[in-house]
């Protein structure tokens, strides 16, 4: 018998820089066969570091995307192109694993070939990226953890949030079967966001 969960498998991933969404988009894309759409490919205007699309060009690229794809996940800093996803009614992941755990994932970083044209360019924004995490905590606009627990918390599909890092390894399909479920955060992997999925 065919799983369900994992035949309409769509995921949104939400949080900081360097939490760890791209990792995790790669790790259940690898286990669903999904599609992944990373958001800054399509908030940013191609070739640029700076200038962003039009806000309505952006939901569409998502709109188009989800509508696209039987099995995908979207992923990023967006709570706004998020809530393009989520309109599509997929399980919500919301990684919150803290400033340190996020700026130690943003010095590790692999070169990202689809968002900067060599590695030196991508560490010259090293600085602005790091400045940008540890703003998260106190920023009141859509990019800040307060945004993003509000999305997570006026979603009303399948979700779940996370205050410590995934781990991947130890128990995959115990930790894939939980995310398909998306029925809150995992006891022993979460605990301070976990009344936020009530």
């Known amino acids: 018998m065919v799983d369900i969960a994992w035949q309409s498998a769509c995921f949104a991933i939400l949080g900081n820089a360097g939490s760890g969404k791209s990792t995790l ?15 800054d490919t399509v908030a940013w205007l191609p070739g640029s570091e700076a200038l962003r699309r039009a806000e309505a060009d952006s939901r569409e690229a ?40 996020c700026l ?35 920023r009141d606009d859509e990019f800040s953890l307060a945004a993003h627990r509000a999305c997570f918390k006026s979603y009303r599909g399948p979700k779940a949030a996370f205050s410590s890092p995934l781990d991947l390894e130890s128990s995959p399909q115990s930790l894939l079967d939980h995310l398909l479920r998306g029925d809150g955060a995992l006891a022993s992997q979460s605990s301070s966001e976990k009344k936020l999925s009530a």
């Open 25 to 39: 988009a790669r790790w259940l894309a690898s286990r669903l066969n999904a599609a992944i759409l990373d958001l």
């Open 62 to 101: 998502v709109a188009s995307f989800c509508r696209s794809h039987e099995r995908w996940i979207v992923e990023g800093c967006y709570p706004g192109l998020i809530g393009e996803a989520l309109s599509f009614k997929p399980r919500l992941i919301f990684l919150n694993p803290g400033e340190a755990q």
């Open 104 to 138: 130690a994932h943003c010095r590790q970083r692999p070169w990202e070939a689809h968002k900067y044209d060599t590695p030196q360019a991508q560490d010259r924004q090293l600085p602005m990226l790091l400045d940008w995490v540890r703003g998260y905590y106190s």
